[in-house]
């Protein structure tokens, strides 16, 4: 007798693994929890600390502020989970905004011209990331932060040696910007809150990441290759294309938040978007994006921007003194990813 | 690795057409070519030495960050009044204090016939600055330092007293009627800064409170300003101390639905149309296009005649208040950047 076969006994001796998961569990196990019980408690905490929080005018300031950040973390999620980071996305999104300013007045060109050219700039620049990383496998560290110096010094030569000063011209007065500004730049006044466009296009992305990681193949490539690159690429995942892409993302989306920064401000200082970077990566990390890659979802990091900006908002409806101001930030961001870790913890154990 | 290398020609592609669709799609308002069309009418503008002194080499150091607009102009005033003078103008920046010594400490190994330095960070600076003293190159400290410049062994300071400049924020809002005040600072951390805003707080009759934004996050800056006025809706004055920071103010105004009147240190092109148009009340301006100008010029004049101004106090270029009957004369000078 050989003890191959086992007896099919009507599920007695079903393999662990494939036993269906309490609704409960499964919920315990998502990577965004911990951050929605932190951004939970940071709201509770604001609404009674901050007189006015919770007025519909200031959730609509709280939204806006959350969005900006909300529109890059959620690409930076992305790379995140697929195992990189980029330190170039913060000034990237300054990059996006001059070409696009500096193309249209030079070329004297309808505005929706430097729109697209900034499109395929920005996606150039995830390309090269992208392709820079993948062909010389040097950390991204290093690649990204070549490129976020780079950046910044074209940033600042181009628009010199272009406009003869530091800050783009206006170019409120050229044709298409009224369009452009309706995409990119509108508002709308929905019960006393003044809620602006890019908490939509915030909302969109990431709705489409969210699809992207848990609906598509790509979703499963990009977990692969954050997991543990080599066995993806053994498994047949093709991890050059998954991490160019990923970088190209960012690039995207720092073309949306650029165009935002151009169309709502019309002049743009080429110094700005030094340090934004961090930011997003935190938003990322609060909403338990892993640093190791492999881990991590979309709307965690949507969460995190939220947290983020109902913390820097917060502080200034409490009227706390302000020279503490960073030191609240640090404060509140360091309990709410500690809040995130522990739930986590106690929910995989309890599992 | 094919997937990149269609990326590639796609872009390039998508590239060619976007020029293609240029030449066609051209703005028929706005742009380069109407400001071509401005420039046409006026002058060139560009100065031709007008004296047969030595070709002397003046340097400025300043506490500039990259691609800080006020720097900008300073540098402008100071090369326009070097290509007056026949001279070889260096420039150098760094925000931060021990940088900013050692590239004073280089221009000193490099005999200069002259120096300009800013004191942000004076102490940092005091053993850069005797050293080129000792040297015997005349110094020139300008914008920030005036309490400093002097016991350094400077020839003179030009620049604005930043604690002068708010008093005149404060006396031009007690004029207004103004009442409750917000004094938004973009940088924590910056001397100058906390200077103006006491400045404005020990003539204004009304209330002044502290805003500290991230300056390098146009976004945050208005999402933060628009919390306040929401927070506290009796606030009717909103001071920027610089002029990128006077257009977010605006907008966090609209968005927040509140009556205050926006003011400004420092001005451009954005901030002359706002004086023009309404949107902002009053702007106090302190001239760095003088500040370059002038310190190149005076070190120019001590070299050929030892002449000094001030007469040991310092020279001040500041504060102007603009406000809507002189931004128009002004909008041309923003617009070419020298104001």
């Known amino acids: 007798m050989t003890a191959t076969a086992p007896p099919a006994e009507g599920g007695q001796a079903r393999d662990e693994r494939l036993l269906p998961a309490s609704p409960l569990k499964k919920l315990l196990t998502r990577p965004e929890l911990g951050s929605v019980v932190g951004a939970a408690a940071v709201f509770v905490f604001f609404a009674f600390a901050a007189d006015g929080f919770l007025r519909a005018a200031s959730l609509g300031t709280v939204l806006y502020a959350a969005s900006t950040i909300g529109i890059m973390a959620v690409p930076v999620a992305l790379l995140m989970i697929g195992g990189e980071f980029d330190l170039s996305a913060g000034v990237l999104v300054t990059t996006s905004a001059l070409v696009s300013s500096m193309f249209s007045y030079q070329m004297t060109a309808n505005v929706w011209v430097g729109v697209v050219v900034s499109l395929l700039v920005t996606l150039a620049v995830g390309l090269f990331n992208g392709f820079m990383l993948t062909r010389t496998r040097l950390p991204s560290f290093i690649i990204t932060l070549g490129t976020f110096l780079m950046l910044t010094g074209l940033n600042l030569g181009l628009t010199k040696l272009i406009s003869g000063t530091v800050s783009t011209k206006t170019i409120a007065d050229m044709e298409g910007f009224a369009s452009a500004r309706a995409l990119f730049a509108s508002e709308a006044t929905i019960g006393g809150a003044t809620l602006k466009v890019t908490i939509l296009w915030w909302l969109g992305l990431i709705a489409v990441a969210t699809w992207v990681l848990l609906r598509t193949r790509f979703g499963n490539w990009i977990f692969a290759v954050g997991g543990n690159a080599e066995a993806a690429r053994a498994v047949g995942v093709p991890v050059r294309r998954t991490k160019t892409l990923l970088y190209m993302g960012v690039g995207l989306c720092a073309w949306v938040s650029g165009q935002h920064l151009l169309f709502s401000y019309d002049v743009v200082q080429s110094g700005e978007g030094v340090g934004n970077e961090l930011i997003y990566i935190i938003a990322a990390v609060i909403g338990g994006c892993l640093i190791t890659g492999g881990y991590g979802s979309a709307v965690g990091a949507a969460v995190g921007a939220l947290i983020f900006g109902m913390t820097s908002k917060g502080i200034v409806y409490a009227e706390w003194n302000p020279d503490w101001f960073k030191f609240f930030l640090g404060a509140m961001l360091l309990l709410a990813t500690l809040l995130n870790a522990w739930v986590r913890k106690r929910a995989e154990a309890t599992s | 690795m094919a997937t990149v290398r269609t990326g590639v020609r796609a872009v390039a592609a998508v590239l060619a057409v976007a020029l293609g669709v240029t030449l066609t799609a051209c703005s028929a308002t706005g742009g380069k070519r109407a400001e071509d069309a401005r420039k046409a009418a006026a002058e060139a503008a560009s100065g031709r030495a007008n004296v047969t002194t030595p070709r002397w080499t003046f340097a400025m150091v300043t506490h500039s960050g990259d691609g800080d607009t006020f720097w900008d102009i300073v540098q402008k005033g100071a090369r326009q009044a070097a290509a007056k003078d026949n001279i070889n103008f260096l420039y150098a920046h760094s925000d931060e204090g021990q ?126 300003i628009e919390a306040k006025l929401q927070t506290d809706p009796a606030i009717d004055a909103v001071v920027t101390l610089g002029a990128p920071f006077a257009d977010a103010a605006a907008q966090a105004r609209r968005t927040a639905g509140s009556k205050a009147e926006i003011d400004t240190f420092d001005l451009n092109a954005k901030v002359a149309a706002g004086l023009n148009n309404g949107t902002l009340g009053f702007a ?49 000078y923003t617009e070419r950047g020298t104001r």
């Open chain 2, 284 to 332: 106090v301006d302190q001239q760095p296009y003088l500040q370059g100008y002038e310190a190149v010029d005076l070190l120019w004049l001590y070299r050929y005649n030892a002449d000094v101004l001030g007469g040991g106090r310092p020279v001040l270029t500041g504060p102007q208040i603009i406000t809507k009957k002189d931004a128009a004369a002004l909008a041309a």
């Open chain 2, 99 to 224: 940088q900013q010594a050692q590239l004073v400490d280089s221009y000193v190994d490099k005999k200069v016939d002259g120096l300009i330095v800013t004191l942000a960070k004076p102490d940092a600076l005091k053993a850069s600055v005797a050293r080129a003293v000792a040297a015997g190159i005349p110094v020139i400290t300008v914008n920030s330092g005036s309490a400093q410049s002097k016991a350094y062994g400077a020839l003179t300071h030009i620049g604005q007293d930043e604690t002068v400049a708010g008093q005149a924020v404060g006396d031009e809002l007690d004029k207004r009627g103004r009442k409750k005040a917000l004094c938004v600072l973009h940088e924590q951390g910056n001397v100058g800064h906390e200077q103006r805003c006491a400045g404005v707080r020990e003539t204004f009759d009304g209330t002044l409170q502290n805003l500290y934004v991230d300056g390098t996050n146009m976004p945050d800056v208005q999402a933060s």
